[in-house]
């Protein structure tokens, strides 16, 4: 009988899906996106543009794309109905029309689910819905000008010689604001002030505040702000500042002189709300804080959660939690914290530009026993988890009730401050501490005449500005509007990926290559890096997911009237103008070795540009002005190449496949199987056991016969017999 077919993206989440679904379907997996823009055409683009119309090329992305395009071709073959089930997001509903594309499906049936739970997926599949042509423009649009600026724009660093790789739409933006950070740092003059104070013997300090007739200054109200960056808020407390010893040292004394009372004393109860629970951005900061989880790692092991049916999907930006959920929540405060329990359910405010049909990141069954989840998760994992429930389940509770207390003392013409906050109901702050600690003042009166103990003053420096750790760069990213909350922890990687950033003492700090890119740019494309710009190009692929504007009349009109003339314009900026830029900041132009090999073009010697990511730690570049000569090593002829185009790598001659013989394994008595690889330029064959997942086995990693004139023969079991 003839099954249905489920589509998803991840791997990982095949086992359980088809667990909740049963024998009657396949689930089968695209293992993220299968087809990428081609690199056929002008400046290899893979796009065209003409008038208000954009014509898309696009290929598979690489050799196990076009065999996951076979394999689901052959599944939906055989399946009576195919549905499309990839992430709920613009991101998803993109590869989701990919794969209508590349299979042929005429119109298929799109489900989204936010959590891998039995109830959610059976909802989702009864209630199917077409696939959303806003979404996916927003999606194809992005996929264009990331490569318009990335392929247009990054030859004007490799112009550089310096081992530039790429500029970015989000990444350029980004660096910008660390290198400007770095350059307020490298350019701060520090300043010595001193602040002043006075103990009292009723048992506090209060720090100097001005003196009565001077203008009062205006004070400042406080706004509720959870800071997911910081495990707590606690403020270091000084006075207005005095900028010479001689004047500390004369309110000192006329402290000493002059008796002391108190001139006003408030005291006040305040609620502090619940924050929200997690988005993507503020699950980022609060990993990184609280767990040292870098953005990618953070990502990564959440995946993992919401692949095991654990928690929601985690790419949102909306704090919205379901009626189900907060039910549920309510009722476990009910068994196991009932004074906590709120008169209302709590409600929190997205964002202007959330998407209202996503939730939050929750846990999907807040009365999974914590015990159980030890044992089945690693460290990371469950350490995560309980990050995400603690803080759902605070959303959900009462507020905080703090106790402030304001008292401002006077001697003579002095004012002197003190502050004081006592938790009086902890609330949520029960399961989300983030609450600054106890500071008790006594109970006073208006006028009452105080003692004083001592008096003084304590010398201190103005601060630079500190660099950004990775949550502070994610807040600052959303904040600002730069990306959108799949590309927060992409952008970062893909920035140390570059060598343009570097961790120093878990804070991003611009290397001597990531100043000279920016200092360069901002001449090149100024623009590119404003934070302003670069969020008003999301705000309008924003409107095209909502519907409110056509992506290819979007695109075409953004390179029409920008793009085109600012990067004619960049052309003409002197190459060096990047080396003065670096030398403001403090940067020298590096220098590479020669190579002996020449280029095929202006015959000159090719210089050594640094890489990681291929064998030789290195490959070749003309640094004379010869526009994209590069040459990699290629290990099967020994010689320097220029890369290869697509066709030609799957033009590429395949390893003969593997074959089985009669020979047993001397551990699992599986047989061997004649393996071919290339050594020296050369195919050789061996023969291994046969079951790939011995391959990771301690126990076979000795299992190797290599061919001689007389026979099979392995160093560790000796000559093969049948």
Known sequence: MPKRLLVVESPGKV?????????????????????????????????????????????????????????????????????LATDPDREGETIAWHLKEALGLK???????????????????????????????AGLCRDCLDKLVG??????????????????????????????????????????????????????????????????????QETEVHDDTAVNNTEVTESTRVLSEA???????????????????????????????FITSTLQQ?????????????????????????????????????????????????????????????????SKIAQEAHEAIRPTDVFRPSAQLRVELDTDEFNLYVLIWKRAIASQCRPAILRKTLVVTQSGELLWQARGQVVEFLGYARYWSNLSKDTILPNLQQGQMLTLENAGHEKKQTQPPPRYSEPKLVQLMERKGIGRPSTYSPTIATL?????????????????????????????????????????????LDAIASGKQPWQHYLTNWNQNYFAPALAKAKTVPVNSSANGAKASGVTT?????????????????????????????FLKCVSGCENVVLFWNEYSKTWEAPRSKAAEDAKPQKPPTKITQYPCPVCKKPLEEYTYIKDGQ????????????????????????????????????????
């Open 247 to 277: 004047e500390a040292t004369r309110l000192v004394e006329q402290a000493k002189r002059h008796p002391h009372q108190v001139a006003q004393y408030e005291g006040k109860i305040v609620n502090r709300q619940p924050p929200p629970a």
């Open 151 to 220: 392929y247009k724009g990054s030859p004007l660093v490799w112009a550089l010689n310096n081992g530039a790789k790429s500029v970015g739409r989000v990444q350029s933006a980004t660096l910008h604001l660390i290198c400007q950070r770095e350059r307020e740092i490298v350019s701060f003059v520090p300043q010595d002030y001193w602040s002043v104070w006075v103990d009292y013997a009723e048992g506090f300090r209060a720090f100097y505040k001005g003196t009565v007739n001077a203008p009062k200054e205006e004070t400042k």
């Open 15 to 83: 086992k359980k899906l088809s667990q909740i679904l049963g024998t009657e379907w396949i689930v089968r997996a695209s293992c993220g996106h299968i087809r990428e823009l081609s690199n056929e055409g002008e400046d290899s683009l893979g796009f065209t543009m003409d008038g208000n119309s954009v014509e898309c090329r696009y290929i598979p992305r690489d050799q196990q794309a076009k065999e996951t395009i076979q394999s689901l071709k052959a599944a939906a073959k055989q399946a009576k109905e195919v549905i």
């Open 496 to 540: 140390k990926k570059r060598g343009y950033v570097q961790l120093t003492k878990e804070n991003l700090q611009p290397t001597s290559l990531g100043l000279e890119v920016d200092a360069f740019l901002q001449k090149a494309l100024p623009d590119l890096l404003e934070t302003e710009f670069t969020a008003k190009m999301e705000d309008a």
């Open 286 to 350: 609060a990993a990184g804080s609280r767990l040292r989880f870098p953005p990618e790692k953070t990502m990564l092991v959440a995946q993992k959660l919401y692949e095991a049916g654990l928690i929601t999907y985690m790419r949102t930006d909306s704090v919205m939690l379901s009626p189900e959920f907060c039910k549920s929540a309510r009722q476990w405060l009910e068994q196991n914290d009932p004074e906590n329990v709120p008169q209302q359910t709590a409600r929190h405010r997205s």
């Open 683 to 722: 195919n050789k064959t061996m023969l291994r056991c046969s079951n790939p997942k011995s391959r990771s086995d301690q126990k076979h990693k000795d299992v190797a016969y290599f061919n001689t004139q007389k026979g099979w023969w392995s160093p560790k079991f000796g000559e093969l017999k049948s």
């Open 107 to 137: 119109e298929p049936k799109r489900v989204v689910y936010t959590e891998i739970t039995e109830s959610a997926v059976r909802a989702a599949i009864a209630h199917p819905r077409k696939l959303d042509s806003n979404l996916i423009g």
């Open 590 to 618: 590096r220098k590479f070795e020669t190579s002996r090999t020449r280029c095929p073009e202006c015959k000159n010697n090719l210089a050594k540009i640094p890489s990681n990511k291929v064998k030789k730690k290195y």
